[in-house]
Every structure is written in structure tokens, then in C-alpha cells.
């Protein structure tokens, strides 16, 4: 066997074993961090996909036959599945009442009709989520939308946080709960940068992944200033994130403490930096996986959209508000809901990327990945 395949099999048996020690830890250590997963049992990935021409007009025609769909680089066989808009719908609305939040109360006094417009004419269940420097649930499901535009329209100011990422995560828990049939979807009305969440990138980028959750944001601008960029640390090919040499002496399963600096001194993380630089498609997941960590940092409302197949609208006032919020009503009916099953799916991150067959001018709307977890099991 030569040195490359030895390092391959090393790597990769470091990886797997060291997965699994590392979920263990993860859920000890995080008992409130339960971020919803597809698993090896649940093998069914439902992909939302809106097309537009050249000239911004919503494309009807297409089959799945049109589509071509990969999964971190490999070919995937699709399927549209006909009935998925005429589910019921089960939408919770987060509204940042905390930080700059405060300043736009006044904006979301008159969301009912367009509430409505956005909902359709199909069964449906609204929650309404304020939060500030916590997420607190103001108004429970219910098939009343008048309700959950009075609860809205009433919310007071918070404090001075802007947890986002605690308010999707507790948000789309709540969403998990709500029967299997339903289709899930979230409205959130916040600024661009997180202040003050407990909930790490990494779990936030896991939890936005829901196979059946698309996220449409609308965001003010904000006065903090964005994180840095973390492209930099994107590892260039065959070397770490921030070094142009390939690895420390030793390999980058080395002890040490610098051979892989994102790994923090966990080996189930070097492992997989080492079997992501032997592995394409693994790397390949690892970088759109960096990638949207990075989106978080800079504009969440954008990222978190982006990354469900739904969409980001930046607004200043209740009549933007409302013309973005009609926007996505005449949107919704127009999806293709795509489906799969995925070949063998490796646990972590998967990368998805979707274009249609012969014709490159259309813009494509659809999300960007899915979280695969094989320990913890999801329901169908």
C-alpha cells in the first residue's frame, strides 16, 4: 500500500471514529442545541426551487427532466413532487423587538391582509416569536392569522440584544413539533448582525438546514459592524486554513496544537479537515459549510434565506415591508417542490447545487445544502 492510500484510510477510519465521539460530546455538552437533521432512516430531501429568466418572469414549464441536481458534486435522480403547495402550512413569524428592533414596531401594525396573501388558501397554523436578547413565543400556532397580526402588532420594545440566531433556533424546534404533513416555513423581520446568541454558527447553520423549512427574511440595516470575513480560512488545496504549507510536521494528524488551528485542540475536527483534503466531495462540504458560517457572521436575515431556497428583502418602512411581503405571495405558488433520496449520505454537511439543463441565463432559487446525522433520529 502506498503512502497516499495509507494516509487515505488512516484518515478516514480517524474521521469516523471520532465523529461519533464527538456527537456524544456535543449533545452532553449542548442538551439545548437539538438541531434538526435528516438521517440514514429519513432518506427523503425535499429541495423548493423558484426560476426566473433573464427578464425576472417565474418559468412554469419545466419537469424534472430539466434539472440537474448534485449532492456535494455527485448526480442525483429528482423527482417534482405535484401536491406539495396545496399542504398545509404551519409559519412562524420572529420579529426582533430587542436592539434596532424597537424602531420598526410601528411597521408591522397592518400585516394582515398581506399575512394572508402570503399564507394562500390552503390549511394553515401561525406562531408568532418576539425576541431581544432572548426568544419568547408570544402567540402560539393557531389557524387564526387575524390573531397572530394583532399578537404582532402589539408587541412592545425589548432590550438591547439582537439574538437572532437563539430566535431561529427556537423558532424552527417549535416548527418540528407541528404535524409531519405539515409544510414548515418562517417569516423573519430583524437586522443583519446577531448580538448576543448562544447558539454557535455551526449549530445555526445545522438548524437552518431542515429538510422542509424555507426561510423568507426581511432585514434593516444595522449600525454594529460585520465580523470579519472568514474566506481567508478557507483552506487552499492541499494545505490548512491559514498557512500556505500543506501541514505541520507530523501530518495534519498531528499533536501539534498549530497543524490545524480551526480544529481548537478536538481530533474528531482535525480528522475531518484531514479526510475533507483526501476526500473531494468531503471537501467540498467543508468549504460550503465555512462558507455558510461565514454568511451568518455578515448578514443573517441573508444567509439563513439564501441557504433554504427562500428569500432576503432589505426594507426601511411598512409600505417596502408590504410590497416584499406581496413579492413573495405571488412567488410561493410558482415553486417546484424537487425530491431525492440521497446516495449512501455521509453524516455532516452536504452541499447541494442545482441548474437547469440547457439554459445557464436562468436564475435559480433553491437551497444550498442539508445536515445528515445518523445518531439522532428525525421522523419522516
Excluded at 440514514?40 to 426566473?52: A, E, F, H, I, Y
Aim: hydrophobic fraction near 40%.
Amino acid at each position: 500500500m502506498n503512502r497516499l492510500k495509507f494516509s487515505f484510510v488512516i484518515a478516514l477510519l480517524l474521521w469516523l471514529s471520532f465523529e461519533a465521539a464527538n456527537a456524544q460530546s456535543s449533545e452532553q455538552s449542548s442538551p439545548s442545541a437539538q438541531v434538526p437533521t435528516l438521517t440514514t432512516r429519513s432518506n427523503l430531501v425535499l429541495v423548493p426551487v423558484l426560476v426566473k429568466s433573464k427578464a425576472a418572469k417565474i418559468v412554469f414549464s419545466l419537469t424534472a427532466e430539466d434539472f440537474i441536481l448534485t449532492d456535494n458534486g455527485v448526480p442525483q435522480t429528482v423527482r417534482v413532487e405535484e401536491d406539495a403547495l396545496g399542504q398545509p402550512l404551519a409559519l412562524a413569524v420572529i420579529v426582533e423587538t430587542g436592539g434596532q428592533g424597537a424602531t420598526h414596531l410601528r411597521d408591522y401594525r397592518n400585516l394582515g391582509p398581506v399575512l394572508d396573501a402570503v399564507i394562500g388558501g390552503v390549511e394553515h397554523s401561525v406562531a408568532v416569536i418576539a425576541f431581544d436578547s432572548t426568544p419568547r413565543l408570544e402567540q402560539d400556532f393557531t389557524p387564526d392569522t387575524d390573531a397572530a397580526s394583532e399578537t404582532i402588532a402589539a408587541l412592545h420594545s425589548g432590550d438591547a440584544g439582537a439574538a437572532i440566531l437563539d430566535a431561529l433556533n427556537f423558532g424552527i424546534q417549535l416548527l418540528r413539533e407541528q404535524p409531519p404533513a405539515y409544510r414548515r416555513a418562517v417569516l423573519l423581520l430583524s437586522e443583519t448582525v446577531d448580538n448576543g446568541s448562544q447558539t454557535s454558527f455551526d449549530d445555526a447553520v445545522r438548524a437552518v438546514q431542515d429538510t422542509n423549512t424555507a426561510i423568507y427574511s426581511f432585514g434593516f440595516s444595522t449600525a454594529q459592524t460585520a465580523v470579519k470575513h472568514q474566506a481567508s480560512k478557507l483552506p487552499a488545496p492541499g494545505g490548512n486554513a491559514n498557512s500556505n504549507e500543506p501541514y505541520a510536521p507530523g501530518g495534519c494528524m498531528s499533536h501539534d496544537p498549530n497543524a490545524a488551528p480551526d480544529a481548537h485542540g478536538k481530533r474528531s475536527v482535525q480528522a475531518l479537515d484531514c479526510a475533507s483534503d483526501l476526500i473531494p466531495p468531503l471537501r467540498l462540504a467543508r468549504m460550503a459549510f465555512l462558507l455558510a458560517k461565514d454568511g451568518l457572521r455578515r448578514n443573517v436575515p441573508k444567509s439563513v434565506a439564501q441557504l433554504t431556497g427562500g428569500e432576503y428583502f432589505a426594507f426601511k418602512d411598512a409600505k417596502t415591508l408590504a410590497q416584499h411581503l406581496i413579492t413573495i405571495s405571488n412567488e410561493v405558488p410558482n415553486y417546484y417542490f424537487l425530491s431525492f433520496h440521497p446516495q449512501s449520505p455521509h453524516s455532516g454537511f452536504h452541499t447541494l447545487e442545482l441548474k437547469i439543463k440547457n439554459q445557464s441565463e436562468y436564475e435559480v432559487r433553491a437551497r444550498k445544502g442539508y445536515w445528515v446525522d445518523a445518531a439522532v433520529g428525525v421522523k419522516e
